[in-house]
């Protein structure tokens, strides 16, 4: 049973950084691709980051590309987002979510994810 557990979330100010963490437990993950969604209030659960855990190869929404970055450390089985530069559209819950590397789909798409994890909020307000 594979469980995610993010934290890191806060109420930050425009232009600060944050730095997510999601701990997986529960297998290895050779061969799964790992990532980061957000949902805003009244929005549709959007891609922000992933990872093939194995390749380290990373993907990004064009929305955070040069401000996020995301990353893994193997050993500690623990996913990564470091978020600069804030603004107020970055305010959402972020999840983490992991998902065996089938190529069937993308790596923004939710489908290609089937464990995710609760969640945490991160709110930029000035």
């Known amino acids: 049973q594979v469980q995610l557990a993010e934290s890191g979330g806060g109420l930050v100010h425009p232009g600060d950084s944050l730095r997510l963490s999601c701990v997986a437990s529960?297998?290895?993950?050779?061969?799964?691709?790992m990532g980061w969604f957000r949902q805003a209030p009244g929005k549709e659960r959007d891609f922000v980051a992933a990872?093939?855990?194995?390749?380290?190869?990373?993907y990004y929404a064009d929305s955070v590309k040069g401000r996020f970055t995301i990353s893994r450390d193997s050993a500690k089985k623990t996913l990564y987002l470091q978020m600069n530069s804030l603004n107020s559209e970055d305010t959402a819950v972020y999840s983490c979510?992991?998902?065996?590397?089938?190529?069937?789909?993308?790596?923004?798409?939710?489908?290609?994810?089937?464990?995710w994890g609760q969640g945490t909020q991160v709110t930029v307000s000035p």
């Open positions: 979510a992991a998902g065996w590397n089938s190529g069937i789909y993308t790596y923004s798409a939710t489908e290609a994810y089937n464990h």
């Open positions: 990872v093939d855990w194995t390749r380290g190869i990373t």
């Open positions: 529960g297998r290895t993950f050779t061969n799964y691709r």
